[in-house]
């Protein structure tokens, strides 16, 4: 039995320990193979040691791991271009962590805040949101458990109810300077922004002299079906940040911004590791492979495949609603039992996460096959 004492506890862990991973699939150190439809918290874009990544980190290693940040490289220019092009924004500051982008864009939008808006500050979050781990991030959050947790909070965020334009607009002052959200909350139990809210969302802001910023977090990269969430609505942010599956697995996330919004100074934003060429090597290969023809076509076409079934077993199982798009999808059991049904699956050879006391969250590589699909549904379906 592997003695785990030295690792820090901030979870529960169940007692297996993974030793290798191949797309789809996950091996423990018995030996074991698990199906994996949690994909290192939607990450894996292409899954487990997909074979152009290793080939993008062995390629990158031999020839430039680390510059430090203080100097161009040709993959952190390469990939920002990328993210601007295929964005229609303008400048990307790469960074580490889901939490540090977001910490970027909220020191971005005070900046500007500072020169162009008389130092408005607050910015506008949404209930059940999630934005990350750091201080600030837990107060733009709007997870309950967290209001008092390692108070005091950062301040300058005020919380609204998703999907009410009303509430967005009465919670507007002087001091205001943004509205952040996800296109999805994703962490929340894949809740959507509806398309008609983003776009209302987006006309307020106009009128309003205020700044959209989208956490793509978790539904950037494909993961929706389209290359950004924001995009099913056909609304442009002004600030946009990226994470997950941008890496792939490594650690890799982006801050996207509109020019007019681009205000940092030099020395107002930086990082030891932002931008080192290892890891943009791997975002190159992502956007690469990503934004190929046919690419998202078939995330689509599995999300599809994925909901479809997910509807299917709800109506066998007396379930709830299927949320979500693409390929982040939630199925509501209609009972509050999802962490049983979680530990049932993994017993049964199924990696699976309950964001929720009631749901289960769906979360494959976007490279899922059908066969894995179908596997994935048959066995929830004898766990049910
Ligand atoms: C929407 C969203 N924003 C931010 C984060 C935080 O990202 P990270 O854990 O990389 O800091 C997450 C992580 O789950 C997320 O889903």
Same mark, same amino acid.
């Given at each position: ?197 983003? #776009? ?7 009128? !309003? $002299? =205020? %700044?959209?910023? @989208? ?100 109506? #066998? ?7 979500? !798009? $693409? =390929? %982040?999808?939630? @199925? ?53």
């Amino acid at each position: 039995m592997t003695n785990f004492d030295a690792v820090m506890q901030i979870t529960k862990r169940p007692p297996v320990v993974f030793t290798g991973g191949s797309g789809s699939w996950l091996k423990d150190s018995d030996g074991r193979t698990y199906l994996d439809f949690i994909q290192g918290w939607a990450v894996n874009t292409l899954g487990h040691s997909p074979p152009p990544i290793i080939e993008a980190l062995r390629r990158q290693s031999e020839q430039l791991i680390n510059c430090s940040p203080a100097f161009y490289n040709d993959k952190m220019v390469r990939l920002s271009a990328l993210l601007a092009q295929h964005s229609g924004l303008h400048q990307v500051f790469l960074a580490n962590s889901g939490a540090e982008a977001n910490e970027g864009a909220i020191k971005l939008a005070r900046k500007w805040g500072t020169k162009y808006r008389d130092g408005a500050y607050e910015i506008i979050t949404f209930d059940h949101g999630f934005h990350g781990r750091t201080l600030a991030m837990m107060a733009a959050s709007g997870k309950p458990q967290w209001e008092q947790l390692y108070a005091p909070a950062v301040a300058g965020f005020v919380k609204v109810p998703l999907n009410d334009l009303a509430a967005v607009e009465a919670a507007i002052s002087s001091r205001t300077v943004g509205v952040m959200l996800e296109p999805i909350q994703g962490e929340a139990g894949v809740f959507e922004a509806t398309d008609a809210f983003l #776009r209302d969302l987006r006309t307020l802001t106009h009128e !309003r $002299g =205020l %700044l959209l910023i @989208l956490d793509e977090i978790q539904t950037g990269i494909g993961r929706t079906g389209t290359l950004f969430g924001f995009q099913h609505a056909g609304v442009a942010p002004d600030i946009m940040t990226l994470a997950k599956g941008l890496g792939g697995g490594v650690p890799l996330a982006a801050l996207v911004a509109h020019r007019d919004v681009c205000c940092f100074e030099y020395g107002d934003q930086g990082g030891t590791f932002g931008g080192n060429a290892i890891m943009a090597a791997v975002g190159c290969t992502i956007m690469d492979t990503v934004t190929a023809p046919g690419f998202l076509e078939r995330v689509t076409v599995a999300g599809e495949r994925l909901g479809n079934g997910l509807r299917a077993l709800s109506r #066998r199982h007396g379930c709830g609603e299927v949320r979500g !798009r $693409g =390929l %982040l999808r939630a @199925l509501n059991l209609k009972r509050e039992d999802a962490a049983s049904v979680v530990d049932r699956a993994m017993a049964e050879g199924l990696l699976l996460n309950g964001p929720r006391p009631d749901s289960l969250r769906f979360m494959p590589a976007l490279t899922v096959s059908d066969e894995e699909i179908d596997r994935m549904l048959d066995i929830l379906d004898a766990v049910l």
